[in-house]
């Protein structure tokens, strides 16, 4: 190919699903590209220490383990872009993926944009932004000590951050829409358990009140509509994310929350040519590992896909 613009692979997205695609095509020769968008490494490099990859008996951290799976995708030639996707064009082969205003040509893709934290929309949430609202509580919880904070959510997240949070704030209160919980009964428990945390039940955040941080919450009641006042320190959403493919639009499958629709035991998606892996397409598991495997399998798919076109 003389074209210095095209590739055999191109991978949107450089979370753990991305760089393990990247690994697995560089070592295949099909030299890929990776456009690693607008959080390089993706969702790992918010979290501190990283106990559950295997192969880390010690843990490592999320910024670390990211960046060794970089430099063992370099290392077998695959090449890193620090450029933001904004539109492609998957209505002919070879494909086109638009970044930082240069078009990029590839006979496949993969896409591993991942997912983002869903925030509650509400205007005054956006104010107090990084002043007193996080959606990570490993990065920010630190700043917390001994204070009192909300963290809003019924999931796994929800229960996992108040728990960690309890480390550093004196009091954690769970703020839930409703009574049902979407989060594992152990997990609960041990939310139950734990002296600090506090459930606010049937409850939503109307307001966020501060001068220049967050100093009080208007609660509103799900059920009776009362409205009410709280002093409080500090919010960490925990409410569920949001797949990253709105770049896309209706150019490929996606359900009806957004995920890119992919066939069972497999990485196709609906375009032939066109594979899409971790949490993008998937909302169930949602792990580093269960990421990279799935980086793996579009790998593998991808060059199929080739050796099938030669
Ligand atoms: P989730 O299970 O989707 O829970 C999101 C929670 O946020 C729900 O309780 C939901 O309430 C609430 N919510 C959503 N939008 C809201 C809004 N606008 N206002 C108020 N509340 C809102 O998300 P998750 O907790 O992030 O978990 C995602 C997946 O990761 C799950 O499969 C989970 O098991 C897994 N996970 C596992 C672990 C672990 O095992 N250690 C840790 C974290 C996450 P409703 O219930 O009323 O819809």
Redesign the pocket.
């Known amino acids: 190919m003389g074209d210095t613009n095209h590739y055999k692979v191109i991978i949107i997205g450089s979370g753990p699903a991305g760089l393990t695609a990247a690994i697995y095509a560089a070592r295949a020769n099909i030299n890929p590209l990776v456009l690693e968008g607008n959080q390089p490494g993706g969702q790992l490099t918010i979290t501190t220490e990283v106990d559950n990859y295997p192969g880390f008996a010690e843990g490592i951290t999320g910024p670390q383990l990211m960046d060794e799976m970089r430099k063992q995708a370099t290392r077998f030639g695959a090449v890193s872009k620090f450029e933001i996707v904004t539109d492609v064009d998957f209505s002919k082969r070879p494909f086109t993926v638009t970044a930082e205003g240069q078009n990029y040509t590839a006979d496949s893709i993969i896409i591993a944009t991942g997912a983002s934290a ?1 925030w ?1 929309g509400i205007e005054s949430e956006q104010k107090f932004m990084g002043f007193g609202i996080s959606a990570c509580a490993t990065c920010d919880g630190f700043f917390f000590k001994d204070k009192e904070i909300i963290v ?7 229960m ?1 951050e108040a728990i960690f949070l309890t480390k550093f704030a004196s009091k954690v209160y769970i703020v ?3 009574e049902g ?4 009964k152990i997990m609960l428990e041990k939310a139950r358990k734990n002296e600090k945390i506090e459930f606010l039940l049937n409850k ?1 955040i109307e307001e966020i009140k501060g001068e220049k941080t967050v100093s009080s919450v208007v609660l509103k009641d799900t059920q009776s509509e009362e409205l009410s006042e709280m002093n409080i320190d500090g919010i960490f959403m ?4 949001i797949p990253n493919t709105q770049v896309f639009g209706d150019k490929i499958d996606s359900d009806e929350s957004g995920y890119i629709k992919t066939e069972p035991a497999s990485t196709r998606t609906n375009i032939e040519g066109v594979f899409a892996c971790g949490d993008v397409q998937d909302k ?1 598991y ?1 792990q580093a590992v269960t990421a990279a495997g799935s980086g793996c399998m579009a790998a593998i798919d991808a060059e199929k896909f080739l050796e099938a076109q030669e």
């Open positions: 869903r509650l809003v959510g019924g999931g796994d997240s929800a996992e839930h829409r409703r919980f979407r989060s594992s939503v925990a409410i569920g994310h169930i949602r």
